[in-house]
């Protein structure tokens, strides 16, 4: 980990991915390969028009969830040989197609970038405190739960 650089940011404003892949270059060292994965706010219907999800609502808890993803990147950090890494988690209103969530992952070989980026994302999913509010077509809002698919994902990352 000697050399490793991170930044977590959690901001209700949009970023550039390109502008970030920038910042992020000048931190990666003798990097070979930079993964990233950007996520995205999907709009999908649950069976009736009227209950097409829009947008959403993210809370969180400032600090903790901060220092939460921190501990997830230093995890990932442990497990693959990572020069720099770059999370960007929005919060506040944000509509259907609207970025959400930016992982960037630098590293000399693809493959740890691939994994890293993965495993930060799983664990994101699961771990990091965010609350989630559907706003739907019809107005009203709902909580959205943790999904059991999500649970899955991060038990392949156990050992």
């Known amino acids: 980990m000697a050399g490793f650089w991170q930044k977590v940011s959690i901001q209700t404003d949009a970023f550039e991915l390109g502008k970030e892949e920038i910042a992020l270059r000048q931190h990666a060292g003798d990097a070979g390969a930079l993964v990233a994965f950007q996520g995205m706010v999907r709009e999908f219907d649950h069976g009736m028009a009227e209950e097409r999800v829009v947008g ?47 992982v960037m992952v630098c590293s000399r070989h693809r493959r740890d970038s691939f994994a890293a980026a993965e495993f930060i994302m799983d664990y994101l999913k699961t771990q990091a405190p965010f609350w989630k509010r559907e706003s739907r077509a019809n107005g009203s809002q709902k909580w959205v739960e943790a999904k059991l698919s999500d649970a899955q994902a991060v038990q392949r990352w156990q050992p």
């Not at 809370?59 to 999370?87: D, K």
């Open 56 to 102: 959403l609502c993210l809370e969180h808890f400032p600090e903790v969830t901060e220092s939460e993803i921190e501990r997830i990147i230093h995890e990932a950090a442990q497990r693959w040989s990572l020069t720099a890494v770059r999370v960007i988690h929005r919060v506040g209103a944000l509509h259907a197609n609207e970025v959400i969530v930016l």
